[in-house]
């Protein structure tokens, strides 16, 4: 089974930007769609982002649109998205994961231990 490392969660201030990665184990890192899905206090888990295993389609739910992208290097096993213009409803624990196919379908194969965001006001 695929094992998912997350890192570069931390605080930032309200407006500010961070980028967070996912180191994936395995030799076809690019034969999966990967994703980010997000768990807030007292909320339930919801999708954040997803990229197709080539890179080339990404899906965002719409609470990010215009601020969080998402992108792949295939090469180095790493996803990362990207987060502007963060806000505190932002904060919550992030987690990797990755898909059952190379285009996003929702299905998942495998979670990360999940990285910290906070995001202060």
């Known amino acids: 089974q695929v094992q998912l490392v997350e ?19 395995g030799r076809t890192f690019s034969a999966y769609s990967m994703a980010w899905f997000r768990r807030a ?3 339930e888990r919801e999708f954040v982002a997803a990229v197709s295993g ?3 389609r ?10 969080f992208t998402i992108s792949r290097d295939n090469a180095k096993n790493t996803v990362f998205p990207q987060m502007n213009i963060l806000k505190p409803d932002d ?3 992030y ?3 990755s898909g059952v196919g190379p285009t996003w379908s929702g299905s998942i194969r495998s979670w990360g ?5 906070t995001v202060s006001s």
Do not use: E, I
């Open 7 to 25: 890192s570069g969660g931390g605080l930032v201030q309200t407006g500010g930007s961070l980028r967070v990665s996912c180191v994936a184990s």
């Open 41 to 43: 206090p007292g909320k």
């Open 54 to 56: 080539s890179g080339a």
């Open 58 to 67: 990404t899906y965002l739910a719409d609470s990010v649109k215009g601020r």
């Open 91 to 93: 904060t919550a624990v």
């Open 95 to 97: 987690y990797c994961v």
């Open 113 to 117: 231990q999940g990285t910290q965001v």
